[in-house]
């Protein structure tokens, strides 16, 4: 089974994305080579059994200095010891690179809770336990109905542990990949779309820029949309080169290696909003950075994108997303 048919597709009027695809296709190519050889996966199709698989991750830092502690975290120093103690862990609820997640009752108050417990074993490089003191750091600081919030940091013998709200509806990825056709109607795609955008106006207050966001990474509580997963987030005002991400979801001023800022989760919302309207991603390797759109969507949502799914100069800002008509 494929992909949802394209043919019928109207061609995007932008011409920075015309004839990129040889260029794009080397980039990629290049990236695979740096991934210490590992082959890229695309994304898997939505009609694949392999579909729940994670999709790739970009993990090249070229500027970063991994040795840098910018938020003044020193894990193993000032992380409190095991507080495991005051939790009853119940069955586990996901999976990452470094560890599992599982669902967790406080004792004393036998509220819900999720803690994503990192094996230190498997965190052994210093650039990936940077990765994580970003993470606390980063998540620390959001507190938004829309963003999964962060409770608690401690560590045990073997695992730091994070302890955060519960999700408890799943991934967004896992609840596309239940709708007919794979995709969400146009009300529905809205509504999510909304809260997300709402989760990206409080990250650009406080200068956080997320840099993966997608299906995988925003989480169902109760009908609410919450982001997760900060690993990649960083905070600060100034421009930035490293090439990080998921390879659907990259922006073109990421894959021509340009300085990019904040406005790249804005990329990701318009790669997000293609993804819940029509099943896939709006771009293939194959093609480069060729906007079509399948002709049952609406005039507005095309719309939304093409203010999105364009340059980082003309992509609009998140002000004018949240006044979008597609989203009122
Ligand atoms: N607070 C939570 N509530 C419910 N489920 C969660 C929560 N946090 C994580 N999960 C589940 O665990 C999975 C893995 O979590 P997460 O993405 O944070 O780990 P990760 O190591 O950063 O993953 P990745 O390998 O994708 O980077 C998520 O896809 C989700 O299904």
């Known amino acids: 089974m494929k992909r949802q048919n394209s043919a019928n597709a109207t061609k995007s009027p932008s011409k920075y994305f015309s004839n990129s695809s040889n260029q794009f ?18 994304a898997s199709s939505p009609n694949s059994n ?4 994670q999709r790739v991750k970009t993990q090249i830092s070229i500027t970063r200095n991994p040795n840098q502690n910018i938020y003044n975290i020193k894990i193993s120093e ?7 103690q005051y939790f009853q862990v119940l069955e586990q609820i996901g999976s990452g690179k470094f560890g599992k997640v599982y669902k967790c009752l406080l004792n004393q108050t036998k509220k819900l809770y999720a803690i994503k417990m990192i094996d230190k074993l498997k965190l052994k490089t210093k650039q990936m ?45 896992q609840s596309l990949m239940k709708q007919q056709n ?33 299906p995988e990474n925003i989480l169902w509580c109760d009908g609410q949309i919450k982001i997760s997963d900060f690993g990649w987030s960083v905070q600060d005002k100034k421009e930035r080169d490293t090439l990080c991400g998921t390879i659907d979801y990259l922006p073109p001023e990421m894959v021509y290696r340009q300085q990019y800022d904040n406005s ?11 993804e819940l309207t029509t099943g896939r991603t709006p771009f293939q390797v194959q093609e480069g950075f060729n906007l079509q759109f399948p002709d049952y969507l609406s005039g507005d949502v095309k719309d939304l994108m093409r203010g999105l799914l364009t340059d980082k100069i003309n992509r609009k800002p998140i002000e004018w997303v949240l006044n979008h008509v597609w989203l009122s």
């Open 25 to 42: 296709s080397e980039i990629l190519r290049q990236i695979t080579r740096n991934c210490n050889n590992k082959p890229i996966r695309k």
């Open 50 to 53: 392999k579909q729940m698989q």
């Open 78 to 84: 000032s992380v409190p010891k095991n507080k495991l």
């Open 129 to 173: 336990m940077h990765q994580l003191q970003r993470e606390v750091a980063v998540q620390q600081m959001l507190k938004h109905q829309n963003i999964l919030q962060f409770v608690e940091f401690f560590e045990t013998k073997n695992n730091y542990c994070l302890v955060l709200e519960c999700a408890t509806g799943g991934t967004l990825f």
């Open 182 to 214: 794979r995709r969400y109607s146009e009300p529905a795609a809205s509504n999510i779309i909304k809260q997300v955008a709402c989760a990206i106006q409080q990250m650009q207050k406080l200068s956080i820029i997320h840099r993966d966001l997608k």
């Open 264 to 274: 790249i989760d804005l990329w990701s919302l318009g790669v997000l909003t293609f």
